[in-house]
């Protein structure tokens, strides 16, 4: 079974360009969490959908960050303007929903903002 | 969220079991307690999870405290491929949020 896929891996761009991130989520899950993790700390949460509703957006910069999961399957996360404290890993994670929902992860976009 | 303490690194040597400790004394009757695992330039991988008894699985085994108020994650035998950074979280029930800490980082010595 295949796992998250996120793309690209790495993204360098220069300050202000805009960024886009795409993520498939494991084949029947309905849930889908962005993540956001800065070098040496844990992973952030920015989003969490449940199908193609955005159920906890709390933490996410709505300024320069937007969301989207259409069909409640694939998402884009994009960034517009990029700052150079965007430089991070993007993750991308799946679950089941239920009682303790295993999250599954892909292995992250890192971006570099010049 | 209710919130976990672990320390922030520990070293262990190769063939030998760890015991990662985390402690978490405002945890709610309805927390689960998650620890994921991850592995350099990889995403988070899930490891084990508990709410009251203690649990094994072939990655590692759980034990809980009695008042819940704490927890260790036990790795058996500890290889190369252990060495990671350990997240102890507590997960309300169905659709909450997982909160990462900063996590321990287990280093592995041959």
């Known amino acids: 079974e295949a796992g998250v896929v996120q793309s690209p891996r790495y993204k360098i761009i220069e300050k202000k360009q805009p960024v886009a991130f795409w993520c498939n989520p494991i084949?029947?899950?309905?849930?889908l969490y962005w993540y956001l993790q800065n070098l040496g700390q844990g992973p952030e949460l920015l989003i969490r959908?449940?199908?193609?509703?955005?159920?906890?957006d709390s933490q996410l910069p709505k300024d320069r960050f937007s969301a989207e999961r259409l069909k409640g399957v694939d998402s884009t996360l994009k960034i517009q303007p990029a700052e150079l404290g965007d430089s991070a890993v993007y993750l991308c994670?799946?679950?089941?929903?239920?009682?303790?929902?295993?999250?599954?992860f892909g292995e992250g976009s890192r971006l570099t903002v010049l | 969220d209710a919130k976990t303490t672990q320390p922030n690194s520990m070293e262990s040597n190769e063939e030998e079991p760890v015991h990662l400790p985390c402690n978490h004394s405002?945890?709610?009757?309805?927390?689960?307690i998650h620890w994921y695992r991850q592995l350099p330039s990889q995403g988070p991988e899930y490891v084990i999870h508990?709410?009251?008894s203690n649990v094994n699985n072939r990655m590692a085994s759980l034990a809980i405290a009695e008042d819940r108020k704490s927890s260790t994650l036990i790795l058996h035998r500890a290889t190369l491929r252990d060495a990671a950074v350990y997240y102890c979280?507590?997960?309300?029930?169905?659709?909450?949020?997982?909160?990462f800490g900063e996590g321990t980082q287990l280093t592995v010595n041959p």
């Open positions: 994670a799946s679950s089941l929903r239920g009682l303790t929902g295993e999250l599954f």
């Open positions: 084949s029947g899950h309905n849930t």
């Open positions: 959908y449940e199908n193609e509703e955005a159920v906890d």
């Open positions: 405002t945890i709610s009757g309805t927390d689960y």
């Open positions: 508990g709410l009251t």
């Open positions: 979280i507590l997960k309300e029930t169905s659709g909450s949020r997982l909160t």
